[in-house]
């Protein structure tokens, strides 16, 4: 299902057009593939720096936003035993379980596997970026 475009009014100040992107990011489904290609539209649709507005009100890229939505996601669906690890890489858009692993172990700092079996042991997880 294709995302609503992102568009501001001219006259939005960068604060709101800061807010609404985070809105919009807010809004994106987990699987999304987010691109920059989304943000340079809404660039030229007078959006202006939208990357450093956003840095500005949030601290982070909208790119390094979307990707903690993602990771809060994995995090909580990893702690549930009852989510097989398969269901969680295809709900965040991976097509290959070894590509949702090599996310999570760059992210987390061990496999799906270990992740789970530390948040079930009520241990943190190695790296946990958030």
């Known amino acids: 299902m294709p995302t609503m475009p992102l568009t501001f009014d001219s006259d939005d100040a960068p604060e709101e057009k800061a807010d609404a992107c985070r809105r919009w990011l807010d809004e994106l489904p ?3 593939h987010f691109r920059q290609k989304e943000l340079t ?4 649709s007078g959006a202006g720096s939208l990357t450093a ?3 500005r009100l949030a601290g982070i890229t909208p ?3 979307f990707d ?3 990771m809060q996601f994995c995090r909580r669906q990893l702690a549930d035993p009852l ?3 398969k269901t969680i890489a295809i709900d965040l858009g991976f097509r290959r379980l070894s590509d949702f692993s090599e996310w ?3 992210r987390f700092g061990a496999s799906p596997r270990h992740c789970r079996e530390l948040l079930l042991a009520g241990k943190t997880l190695p790296k946990y970026p958030l």
């Open 30 to 32: 987990l699987d999304t």
């Open 41 to 44: 539209d809404a660039r030229a």
């Open 63 to 65: 790119k390094r936003y």
């Open 53 to 55: 507005f956003f840095r």
């Open 104 to 106: 999570v172990t760059l």
């Open 83 to 85: 989510v097989p690890i």
């Open 68 to 70: 903690r939505r993602r």
